[in-house]
């Protein structure tokens, strides 16, 4: 499962290198992913990813 296996990276990343470099970029590159393959895997986030980017008409200041 993606999502394991993305957590076991993760684990690893921590403990063997500590806080500093626990990034997107160094759990997707520990898991064989990419970072968007990271970003997506709940569906939660895919749901959220599509209803919202940047250039939308959404704005925090009203």
Do not use: H, I, N, Y
Request: with cysteine.
């Amino acid at each position: 499962m993606k999502k394991d296996a993305l957590l076991d990276a993760a684990e690893s990343v921590l403990f063997e290198q500590g806080t500093q470099a626990l990034t997107l970029a160094a759990v997707a590159d520990r898991a064989g992913v990419s970072k968007e393959g990271c970003s997506t895997t709940s569906p939660r986030r895919r749901r959220s990813s599509r209803r919202w980017s940047p250039g939308s008409s959404r704005s925090s200041t009203t």
